[in-house]
């Protein structure tokens, strides 16, 4: 038992005062002369002993009302924690799209948002509520209700720790406040994504999991172009299952909402199933494949863009080669080459690379323009002259960040490793070449690039093409030159990949389609007179996203702008120059989830709770206060009232 006002029961020794009077009460018997006292001394004795045991019994009453009374302003009360603790509930509402999955009761999240709701009723103290997207602190049931029911599926999943630490931000840290976090969600393994995430929880937090009544999805898991020519596309869509399925399920492709084709995907008892479609190649395609599955929806569609293909703006100033006219053809590339002398300055900013083809030096005009093309975010190639002037070099390559260059060394070197996991050769080979004629070189010149990365080495394990990346270009130093009096590089095979591929990744600028993320950063190409922006609009509603305007590209970075998939078109004022698709993130899609036991036997703060009125009772059960002082005052009026019929109705 508790008390809300403990020092009220000092008062209880004033119940001493009582006890003295009737200790030392003194009464006086008058003495009368009678002729036989024989039967009157019997009598006496019987009247004392009765007014003792009445006095007595009234002293008890007496003492009794008071200290029931005094009880009764010490206000008791029976419960696990004192009256003056304040409660803060704390819960992590998982409302990622796996929570769309469904359960006994229909959509498992939405049932829980139900169940929480009813329970939500029968509590005294308020309670806040943390989804993926949303902070809702200090309700009360009716706004509770009200926030819960106009909660939407969020596309940005939350790890197990994220959602932990999320919770633990939230917690009062005042010496009164007792805090109780629980989480919610449907757990699955892709939440865990490091097991320390749970030994490290070092305070008591309770895991309720929700699950689906099947585990079976079937979904878009991802689309690639397989092939291609001048007149057609062959589009390659994956379908998959979580479980090993033998079903047909057709598949329909879209473009602008119209069907323009369907076929059947076949799994044959095995959980993965392609389709392929055709398209006309050098038209524009907003398209969106689309499956019909249950359990799951938000995985049912898939959007894509095909834009005709713009030709990339690659300037060879310098030596002529007639290798890079071989490797820039017309029909992807606007390819122009022109000697130092007579370079038009004037175009370079508009320009997608600049291979600066062997010149012997750099004059400060030409480093000024090609320091503001790179940091616009415009690419270079720098192949070096036999005659180079490392000074003029070393000018250029310092204004840019890159480092220097040593003076070059004439010996003959074979060109032996690849770099197979660097972008530019990364999807050039099917498997990896260990044995194969090596291209070689007499004259090389050694780096000293900050941040660099090889592309190819020489048998010396020296850089022969690096690459070397800031924040929106990429520069490429060749350590030799390559005219055929030096080097032989251009009749080998490596030759065309990775100069193509020097082009390709200066235009990164069509993409199928992007999965929704927090982050996601997109190049446009588009030359932006003064005070204009760019817009995105999808049909309904329309924003500015942030934006960065280089020479003849803008970049768009959208920070949890995107939240629904679909068509989205760019616009820069009304004129439309780019569409571009986004799609959820298909982790979710596979439904396979933790073993909470697991992760309870691995921590002792955890605890696992087993469904949602459980878990509500459980703290209207440890706020509960059961308040005693009206019992206390009854029994004080009750002992009060035996006093007035002992005084009434016991006679001496």
């Not at 790890?159 to 406040?177: C, F, G, P, V």
């Not at 310098?318 to 890079?324: A, D, I, P, T, V």
Request: aromatic letters at 10%.
């Amino acid at each position: 038992m508790h008390f809300k006002n403990p020092e009220i029961l000092y008062a209880l020794i004033l119940l001493i005062i009582p006890i003295l009077v009737h200790l030392f009460q003194l009464q006086r018997f008058v003495k009368i002369p009678f002729t036989n006292v024989k039967f009157l001394k019997n009598i006496e004795q019987q009247t004392r002993k009765s007014a003792r045991i009445k006095k007595l019994l009234i002293l008890l009453t007496r003492m009794l009302a008071f200290a029931c009374l005094i009880l009764a302003f010490a206000q008791p009360y029976f419960s696990d924690f004192s009256s003056d603790k304040k409660f803060a509930t704390n819960i992590y509402l998982d409302n990622s799209f796996s929570m769309q999955a469904k359960g006994e009761n229909g959509e498992i999240l939405k049932s829980t948002i139900q169940k929480i709701i009813e329970q939500s009723n029968f509590l005294t103290t308020e309670l806040s509520i943390f989804t993926n997207d949303k902070n809702l602190v200090n309700l009360d049931a009716e706004n509770l209700k009200n926030e819960l029911i106009k909660l939407k599926y969020s596309p940005n999943k939350l790890n197990l720790y994220s959602a932990i630490l999320k919770l633990r931000s939230s917690i009062d840290t005042k010496s009164n406040t007792l805090n109780k976090n629980i989480l919610i969600s449907d757990f699955q393994n892709i939440n865990l994504e490091n097991t320390n995430d749970i030994t490290n929880v070092d305070s008591s937090i309770h895991f309720l999991k929700v699950t689906p009544k099947s585990i079976l999805n079937i979904f878009i898991d991802s689309l690639f172009i397989s092939s291609k020519n001048t007149s057609e596309i062959k589009l390659n869509v994956l379908i998959k299952s979580t479980k090993n399925n033998s079903e047909n399920v057709p598949v329909s492709l879209l473009n602008n909402s119209k069907l323009i084709g369907k076929a059947t995907a076949k799994f044959n008892n095995s959980k993965n199933a392609n389709v392929e479609f055709t398209i006309p190649n050098g038209t524009d395609f907003n398209g969106k494949i689309s499956i019909t599955d249950t359990n799951l929806e938000f995985d049912n569609d898939f959007y894509f863009t095909l834009s005709k293909p713009e030709k990339i703006n690659v300037l060879a100033i310098g030596k002529s080669s007639n290798f890079l006219s071989k490797i820039y053809t017309k029909n992807e590339f606007n390819y122009t080459t022109t000697p130092l002398q007579n370079l038009n300055y004037n175009t370079i900013q508009n320009q997608d690379l600049i291979i600066l083809n062997e010149l012997e030096e750099f004059s400060t005009a030409l480093i000024t323009s090609l320091k503001e093309f790179y940091f616009n975010g415009g690419n270079l190639v720098l192949i070096p002259s036999e005659k180079t002037s490392i000074t003029s070099y070393n000018s250029l390559l310092q204004n840019l960040n890159i480092g220097t260059i040593q003076m070059p060394i004439s010996k003959e070197h074979k060109i032996t490793s690849i770099n197979y996991k660097h972008p530019i050769i990364k999807d050039v080979f099917e498997k990896r070449i260990d044995n194969f004629q090596y291209p070689k070189t007499s004259l090389h010149f050694k780096n000293n690039f900050k941040n660099s990365t090889s592309i190819l080495k020489f048998d010396n394990n020296q850089p022969f093409i690096t690459s070397t990346s800031s924040k929106n270009s990429n520069f490429y130093w060749v350590a030799s030159p390559l005219n055929k009096e030096i080097s032989d590089f251009v009749q080998s095979p490596l030759v065309v990949p990775t100069f193509y591929n020097f082009a390709k990744n200066s235009a990164n600028f069509s993409q199928l389609y992007y999965t929704i993320s927090p982050e996601t950063n997109i190049a446009i190409k588009a030359s932006l007179k003064k005070d204009a922006i760019l817009k995105i609009s999808d049909g309904n509603s329309e924003f500015i996203p942030l934006q960065q305007v280089l020479q003849n590209k803008v970049t768009i970075s959208l920070e949890n702008t995107i939240l629904k998939s679909g068509i989205y078109t760019v616009n820069n004022k009304e004129t439309p120059i780019k569409t571009i698709a986004f799609n959820y993130n298909r982790a979710e899609s596979d439904l396979n989830y933790l073993d909470l036991n697991t992760l309870k036997n691995s921590n002792k703060h955890i605890k696992i709770s087993t469904s949602v009125s459980s878990l509500f009772n459980e703290i209207n059960n440890q706020q509960k206060i059961n308040w005693l002082f009206k019992w206390f005052l009854a029994f004080s009026v009750l002992f009060l009232l035996i006093e007035m019929l002992l005084l009434k109705y016991f006679k001496i």
